[in-house]
Structures are given as C-alpha cells and as structure tokens.
C-alpha cells in the first residue's frame, strides 16, 4: 500500500500512543528503581535475611511486594477514585512534597552513607510472611496514595494500556533493584561504600526531579480550577 495513502491522522495517534507508552514505563522504572534504593524497614529485612540464610534463599523474597502490593493498589484506587478532581490535585502536591522529603533524606545519606541495621529474625521467614510484613508497613500505603497511585489512575483513564505500562515498568525495575541489592550485598558481604553513595545519589536526583514535577503538575492542575 502506497505510504501516502495512510491517513496521518492515524500516524499520529499511534506516534502518540507509543509515546505515551515509554512516557509512562520510564516513569515506572524510575519510581520502582528509587523504591528499591531507598533504605527501609524492607530492605533491613533482606539484609537480615542474606546474613542469616545466604542470598539463593533470600531472592524469593525480593516478590513479595508482587503479593502485598495487589490489595493495597485496588484499596487506594478505590479511594481515589471517589475524591473529587481537586483532592487529587491537592494529593499531587502532597505526594511532590513528600517526595522532595525522601530526596533530602536520600541526599542526607549520600553525603554519610549508612546501611540500616538488620532487624533480628530468629528462624527463616518466607515469601508470604515477607509479603505480610510488607503489607503490614505504612510506607507502600503512604507510597501509593501520593504518588504512585494519583500516577497509575491518571494513566489509566486514559488508556488501560498506559496505567499497565506504568506498573510494568515499577515492579520490573522495584523486583530487579532488590533482587541487585541482596545479590550485590551478598558478594560484597556488605555494599560497597561507594556503590552506597551512587545509590542514594541516584535516588536523591531521581526523587527530586519526580518531587518537582508533582508539584509542578499539581500546581497547574489546582490554578486550572
């Protein structure tokens, strides 16, 4: 079929689409690799666990936000989803906020690198027992309601293809980061001080371009009313 008899309107739609894609996925592997890098009560976990039963035991574990996360994502969408345009809004602000916390607290460990203590474990915990402690944590609720959440539910009103785009890309880069941090930790029985410092340098810069971004799509979206 000859090219010029492709409509361009058609051409560009499926320029669009594609873009808005990548725009979504990339968004997802960049909040899930900040996830993974970002010291917590999760990967204290891990690290007790690698120390304890060595990391071939440990990798399972690195899925349990796979089980824990499900009922926390319809939970908070559900939500969402019943607050008026506004509340969103004033949501994306809080969660650009909140994320300009997490950097300062990411630039805080870059300039002193601290890996958090291992939490104390007396026999071998399992995936769903991980999940469970996942599930039982208030950060991946706090996570999903201000910003991974208002994310996801903007992408899929508009297409279901974006929002699936967007969770693809975080649990991708969510489940590799930490499957990288319990992998490298074993090898290094400990990580490395610097490979610490460019983590918490990543996420810091990471965390602070999202953090602005919400704010600044906030604002927008709070002037538009």
């Known amino acids: 079929m000859p090219t010029d008899s492709v409509p361009i309107g058609l051409l560009l739609q499926v320029a669009y689409n594609s873009a808005m894609l990548f725009f979504y996925f990339s968004q997802g592997l960049l909040l899930g690799g900040t996830a993974a890098a970002q010291p917590g009560p999760f990967q204290a976990y891990l690290l007790s666990q690698t120390l304890q039963n060595g990391w071939r035991h440990t990798l399972l574990a690195a899925f349990a936000p796979l089980l824990s996360d499900g009922p926390i994502i319809a939970l908070v969408l559900l939500v969402l989803t019943q607050t008026p345009t506004w509340l969103l809004t004033g949501l994306q602000v809080a969660g650009g906020l909140f994320l300009l916390y997490l ?108 953090g602005l971004f919400q704010l600044w799509q906030g604002t927008l979206g709070w002037l538009a009313h």
């Open 103 to 210: 950097a300062y607290n990411a630039f805080c460990a870059f300039r002193k690198v601290a890996l958090p203590e291992p939490v104390s474990m007396v026999r071998r915990q399992n995936i769903f027992e991980a999940a469970l402690m996942n599930a039982l944590s208030p950060g991946p609720y706090i996570f999903w309601a201000t910003i991974t959440g208002p994310i996801l539910l903007a992408g899929w009103r508009e297409s279901a293809g974006y929002g699936l785009s967007f969770l693809l890309g975080f649990y991708g880069m969510l489940v590799g980061g930490l499957v990288a941090f319990i992998v490298l930790f074993a090898l290094a029985k400990g990580l490395d001080p610097r490979i610490s410092r460019l983590l918490s340098g990543f996420s810091a810069a990471a965390l602070l371009g999202f």
